[in-house]
DNA sequence: AAACATGTTGACTGAATAGTAAACTATGGG
DNA sequence: CCCATAGTTTACTATTCAGTCAACATGTTT
């Protein structure tokens, strides 16, 4: 079967970066077509609607970001180190991103997800779905490190998720303040929430 | 001189319920003017555009919250039952105004920061403006609570942005799941954060 | 090379957008 | 009572928006 093209993908990332960037709703169709260098009807000819390319745009992201995060989790890595692993790594990521585009931009799902959670169905359950397979990581590596005695967690699921919203919301004060600061403490302040005796050597 | 109305502050309320519940890029003049009963005319006769109405719309928003804040953050009341207190008071605003409009809505500053704070730098520096009003309440309490030996916090200013992350994270995380039950672990997130000693009790 | 499926194009539509401008009206101070 | 001033109204612009469509191009299979 004839003809395969690169369109659709080019459309997807430019869609991401541009939602991430800016926002949903000031992200135009004819703005993504530019980026992406295609036109519109070709746009339409892969995506039935805005809606649906955003579903799509963040299901590839996650995609691509998935084997990265089976990494850092890994079981062969001790628990908390897990922790620590990844937001080394968020903090370098939005480094660099600041570097190259003037701008800390924070958590991409999550600011959609505020942004338009409640407008569009589509998009608030696929950022609920992205966050929660994201969640997961967190809990499997509290629940280890409960089982291996280094922290008390008996609601693992419970203490993921305030782990997760202080991650979040450290990502969003890192986007807002447009400074990575914030992201310095996430180690810091995810072991205080796990209840992990904290060294008073650093700083 | 004649003549006074109350439109502007009507405008001013039905653009902070609408950039509250649904967003700014999806809230449109029009339907400002008519939540307000108001016409597009006297819009401009009171505001310049329409990011300026956001930001005088935040500061009365802010404003009207002000008393209280201090109410609740006086300093006749014992600094980690500021912090108790205000998440309460939070908790049963949000689950409120799920019973009202079927949405949780989290922190409007929030997510009104992140949609926006690369785009319009006037909304940013208005809601950075207020964001930091805000943290300035949790920094003194927990500033009173070390001086009191209740918690051990050198840095009150850094433990107080940490505390606020988690709390705009737990915010983020009720409105994206549409569910107040992330706020119902905010003192207990907030003091675990802290390095305060948790009961074994509840639950 | 013919047939066909896949992908591309540009011109188009109609609705919604932020913002304007000028005529109009009510009111309180002189 | 009258008129300047503050506020209101209506109809308007120009642009941008998401989405459509039919003609066209190109590669693959037969």
Chains 1, 2 share one sequence.
Not at 60 to 86: H, N, T
Not at 92 to 114: I, M, N, R
Not at 126 to 151: H, M, T
Not at 155 to 183: C, H, T, W, Y
Request: net charge neutral; aromatic share 8%.
């Amino acid at each position: 079967m004839p003809r395969h093209s690169d369109v659709e993908e080019r459309l997807m990332n430019a869609a991401m970066d541009l939602i991430w960037e800016n926002s949903y709703g000031s992200t135009s169709v004819d703005a993504i077509c530019e980026k992406a260098g295609a036109k519109k009807g070709s746009f339409y000819h892969f995506f039935e609607s805005k809606s649906e390319l955003a579903v799509k745009a963040l299901e590839a992201d996650w995609q691509r970001k998935k084997a990265k995060m089976d990494e850092i989790f890994s079981p062969s890595v001790p628990p908390l180190e897990r922790l620590r692993g990844y937001f080394e790594h968020v903090y370098q990521g939005q480094t660099k991103a600041h570097g190259e585009c003037g701008a800390v931009l924070g958590c991409p799902y999550c600011s959609l997800g505020c942004e338009i959670g409640t407008q569009d169905r589509a998009i608030g359950e696929q950022v609920r779905k992205i966050l929660n397979r994201n969640a997961r990581y967190f809990e499997s590596a509290i629940r280890d490190a409960d089982a291996q005695g280094l922290i008390s967690a008996p609601d693992a699921k419970s203490k993921a998720q305030m782990v997760v919203a202080f991650f979040q919301g450290s990502l969003a004060q890192a986007r807002i303040e447009n400074d990575v600061r914030p992201l310095r403490r996430l180690a810091e302040g995810a072991l205080e929430l796990l209840g992990v005796e904290q060294k008073a050597s650093a700083k």
